[in-house]
């Protein structure tokens, strides 16, 4: 009983007691991160999947597309005679091998078709904020979360373009650094 009634007087001591409790400049602040962990975990995924899907998409048109051609190729050109039955395999086995090879250019044209629309969607971006009175590289960087030299290479090929008009996005600066 004796060390409750110490824990009490201690308390009172210091102040902390119901009557005190809105008062908390006495103790560390804790900071709450303002973007919260969805948002960062989001941050990470959405590119990813955006870009497996491309590699997905790629590669299965490529190898249709590979198939499809090889098979044409295979029907339309077929070999006179051949010196042995090595030869027949491969001959069979042609069409899946252009369908892999056109597989993999597949695969690489789903990055690069990928890369191409988020250029243009973040332009778009870029664009509509601009329309919206946003003209600060640091405020539209700051909202779509990118870096403020995409923002000015994207507001200097806006300009260029003629969509908007700026005396910064004429000749900047910082863009040749």
Partial sequence: ME?????????????????NISNFSHLTSIDVPTVSLFD???FF????????FGVYMGFVVGWLLGLYVGNIYAEQFKPVYF?????????MLM????ARYA???????????IAIINSKLFSRRVLALYEEEITEPKDIARRLGRGERQVQRAIHSLAEEGKIICEEANFPERLSA
Avoid: N
């Fill in 3 to 19: 060390t409750c009634a110490e824990t009490v007087g201690m308390m009172e001591k210091i102040a902390v007691g119901s009557h």
């Fill in 40 to 42: 960062r975990v989001l």
């Fill in 45 to 52: 995924v959405k590119p990813i999947v955006e870009y497996a």
């Fill in 83 to 91: 010196s042995d039955l090595t030869e027949l395999r491969q001959w």
């Fill in 95 to 98: 069409p899946y091998d252009l």
């Fill in 103 to 113: 597989a993999f250019i597949g695969t690489i044209a789903g990055v690069i078709i």
